[in-house]
């Protein structure tokens, strides 16, 4: 031990001689590349002489072999984790701005189509009678229901369903017209 600490040259000769078998043992548990292999080892030396002069080696807790393989196992556990986490990026928080619920209001995509939709709509109900755009206006744009539709118009309940049926059947098929039509130019 006196010989390693003082890095006496035939001292670390006969430990390398007598330990490279157990050492390349570890490293096999870990990596099969050779070049990667070989790279541990000398890891390994450095990390086990540098542990060994910070008098890391108590001879009354075990053998100096038991102590060597442990603290190679143990470094190449670490250096393995170390280059996995090399592999996985961290994730940064980015910051307590973050709204307590997500946006509600329509993106960009949806404000579209519902523009379009809108002027699909507006056209067909120009093409509407006067009295069925007035009744399907009354209850679906200002939402009256049909009792206040019937009264505004001056007509029954009853008629006032019928009417209203008539108007919604009229404007979906104004609907389907125009969209066959928009289908046969695209």
């Known amino acids: 031990m006196e010989g390693l600490r003082a890095r006496d040259e035939r001292a670390v000769e006969e430990f390398l001689a007598r330990y490279k078998s ?6 096999g548990q870990f990596t099969h590349d050779a070049t990667e292999r070989e790279d541990l080892y000398q890891d ?3 990390h086990v002489l540098d542990r060994l002069d910070r008098d890391a ?3 009354e807790k075990g053998g100096f072999g038991t102590w060597l393989y442990r603290v190679s196992w143990c470094r190449c556990v670490d250096l393995r984790r170390r280059a996995g986490a090399r592999r996985r990026p961290k994730l940064t928080p980015v910051g307590e701005d973050l709204p307590d619920q997500p946006d509600e209001s329509p993106s960009p995509v949806e404000l579209a189509g519902e523009q379009e939709l809108t002027g699909v709509v507006r056209s067909a109900l120009g093409d509407l009678e006067p009295e069925e755009r007035m009744l399907l206006e009354l209850r679906f744009v200002e939402g009256k229901t049909l009792q206040d539709v019937g009264e505004e118009l001056g007509i029954s309940l009853e008629q006032t369903k ?10 979906r098929k104004r609907l389907l017209l125009l969209h066959v039509a928009e289908e046969a130019l695209a």
Do not use: K, M, S
């Not at 019928?162 to 059947?169: D, P, S």
């Open 44 to 46: 390994l030396v450095i």
């Open 162 to 171: 019928y009417r209203l049926r008539r108007a919604t059947v009229a404007l």
């Open 57 to 59: 080696f108590d001879p």
């Open 22 to 27: 157990l050492l390349h043992h570890c490293i």
